[in-house]
């Protein structure tokens, strides 16, 4: 079974701070992804990456910074937390390029006060 | 761009009713994913449909990939109370990048 885990499930930050959110895949996949999810606007996605050192923009990025050190761990940073930035943030991972099945992280909860 | 429509937002139904969604768009798809998502967690692959015409069945849970390849059906049988949750179906974009379209999702509540 692929499995993609989240650093944490509830996270509790305050405006301004340094925010890292990791995802770690245990399925050597090529692409990995960051969402997030708010009620109403469904799944955005942020950044995603195709290879290691490797990031690309999604639809929503301003705010955020990922990094993509090594293959199985992607990292969410968000430079300087706003209360907009409340929501839950999902990470996902697929095989490879042409392989579109992704699967999902448990999602992380973050509250900015 | 692409656009996936899931219609109504929410749908409330009895313990032990069947219930049916569909997914809708525009564009075609070549492929179609279905996800379930509980309360709090991450989304969950329930079926992945990969040719057109084709019917896929997961226990109670059977999705069909529409002729047209513009839509997608999921059905539910004999539904229980976990069933609750946001069913989201997906596609992938066009082109050879891996990213996927979603549907905004449709909540789905089960009265005992």
């Known amino acids: 079974d692929v499995k993609v885990t989240q650093s944490s499930r509830y996270l509790v930050k305050r405006t301004g701070e340094k925010v890292f959110l990791e995802c770690v895949q245990d399925?050597?996949?090529?692409?990995m992804f960051w969402y997030r999810q708010d009620p109403g606007l469904g799944l955005r996605l942020i950044y995603f990456?195709?290879?290691?050192?490797?990031?690309e923009k999604g639809d929503i990025p301003e705010g955020y910074s990922v990094s993509r050190e090594k293959k199985e761990r992607f990292s969410l940073i968000l430079e300087s937390a706003s209360t907009n930035q409340t929501s839950m943030y999902l990470c996902?991972?697929?095989?490879?390029?042409?392989?579109?099945?992704?699967?999902f992280g448990p999602g992380t909860r973050l509250l900015v006060l | 761009g692409q656009q996936l429509n899931q219609s109504p937002q929410s749908m409330f139904i009895q313990e032990g009713e069947d219930v049916s969604m569909n997914c809708t768009s525009s564009s075609i798809f070549n492929t179609w994913l279905w996800y379930k998502q509980d309360p709090g967690e991450g989304p969950v692959l329930l079926i992945a449909?990969?040719?057109?015409?084709e019917l896929t069945s997961n226990g109670r849970l059977t999705a069909q990939f529409g002729i047209t390849r513009k839509d997608s059906f999921l059905n539910i049988s004999a539904s229980i109370p976990s069933d609750v949750g946001i069913y989201f179906c997906a596609g992938p974009n066009t082109g050879a990048n891996s990213k996927l379209t979603f549907g905004k999702g449709i909540t789905l509540s089960v009265r005992p």
């Open positions: 990456s195709y290879d290691v050192k490797m990031k």
């Open positions: 449909l990969y040719k057109a015409g």
């Open positions: 399925m050597d996949h090529e692409n």
């Open positions: 996902a991972s697929s095989i490879h390029r042409g392989r579109e099945t992704q699967y």
